[in-house]
């Protein structure tokens, strides 16, 4: 039986580390965490923070997944869209998902990312 989540893991091109700590430790407010050794060497990096845990993976071939995507929960959306679009990532509205506040942003390799925040009852 299943019982949670563990991680999502993301794909990212060889030589991207810098660039994804900025973004999903500086933009995104994730906390970095060390690999074990012998998954370190293969690169790549491991974001968390409270229950959500990130991993992006070094791949060879890499192509950014564009519709495939993690939905994160945020608290205070738009002032979370504010932080990432300050950071020069896009932000991008939808309404289509009632009860919800939500945009759709990418990582700098181009990984889709949708950012969503429920709506209080009787709204949306």
Request: glycine residues 12%; charged residues 25%; negative net charge.
């Given at each position: 039986?299943?019982?949670?989540?563990?991680?999502?893991?993301?794909?990212?091109?060889?030589?991207?580390?810098?660039?994804?700590?900025?973004?999903?430790?500086?933009?995104?407010?994730?906390?970095?965490?060390?690999?074990?050794?012998?998954?370190?060497?293969?690169?790549?990096?491991?974001?968390?923070?409270?229950?959500?845990?990130?991993?992006?993976?070094?791949?060879?071939?890499f192509r950014p997944a564009r519709k495939?995507?993690?939905?994160?929960?945020?608290?205070?959306?738009?002032?979370?869209?504010?932080?990432?679009?300050?950071?020069?990532?896009?932000?991008?509205?939808?309404?289509?998902?009632p009860g919800h506040r939500r945009f759709?942003?990418?990582?700098?390799?181009?990984?889709r990312l949708e950012f969503l925040e429920?709506?209080?009852?009787?709204?949306?």
């Amino acid at each position: 039986m299943l019982s949670a989540l563990d991680h999502v893991q993301l794909a990212a091109p060889p030589g991207s580390e810098d660039l994804l700590r900025a973004f999903y430790a500086g933009a995104l407010g994730l906390t970095e965490v060390p690999k074990p050794p012998t998954l370190a060497a293969r690169g790549g990096c491991w974001f968390e923070t409270g229950d959500v845990r990130l991993h992006l993976g070094v791949e060879r071939d890499f192509r950014p997944a564009r519709k495939a995507h993690p939905g994160l929960r945020v608290t205070g959306i738009e002032a979370f869209a504010g932080r990432l679009a300050a950071h020069g990532a896009p932000v991008t509205w939808d309404d289509a998902l009632p009860g919800h506040r939500r945009f759709f942003s990418e990582d700098p390799v181009g990984n889709r990312l949708e950012f969503l925040e429920s709506l209080p009852a009787g709204q949306g």
